[in-house]
Nanobody, 126 residues
Framework: QVQLVESGGGLVQPGGSLILSCVVS????????MGWFRQAPGREREFVAF????????YIAGSVKGRFTISRDSSKSTMYLQMNNLKPEDTAVYYC???????????????????WGQGTQVTVSS
């Protein structure tokens, strides 16, 4: 059974930084293309970042480009989201998703992810 577990969220002041982690278990990590999404209250789940199964391709959404970085460590079966210069509008529950299908480029649609974590809350406030 595939499981994704996010961690690293919390309360941070504007301009601060956080590193989110997503640990994958139950299947070989390199089988999955991975993504980060976020969902603020009353809003739909929004794409944030993508990384391909071997890490060769990454894509960052325009709203966070230049501030967020996605990476993965196969030895730890873990994906990361480094978030710098955080803004109040970054406040949301952050989710990681895994896609197990054949690689076909950047995946930005919620519907195309096969597995999800439970989410971790990020609150940016002074």
């Amino acid at each position: 059974q595939v499981q994704l577990v996010e961690s690293g969220g919390g309360l941070v002041q504007p301009g601060g930084s956080l590193i989110l982690s997503c640990v994958v278990s139950g299947r070989t990590f390199s089988r999955f293309d991975m993504g980060w999404f976020r969902q603020a209250p009353g809003r739909e789940r929004e794409f944030v970042a993508f990384i391909s199964r071997f890490g060769g391709d990454t894509y960052i959404a325009g709203s966070v480009k230049g501030r967020f970085t996605i990476s993965r460590d196969s030895s730890k079966s873990t994906m990361y989201l480094q978030m710098n210069n955080l803004k109040p509008e970054d406040t949301a529950v952050y989710y990681c998703g895994a896609n197990e299908g054949a690689y076909r480029g950047v995946i930005r649609s919620v519907r195309e992810y096969d597995y999800w974590g439970q989410g971790t809350q990020v609150t940016v406030s002074s």
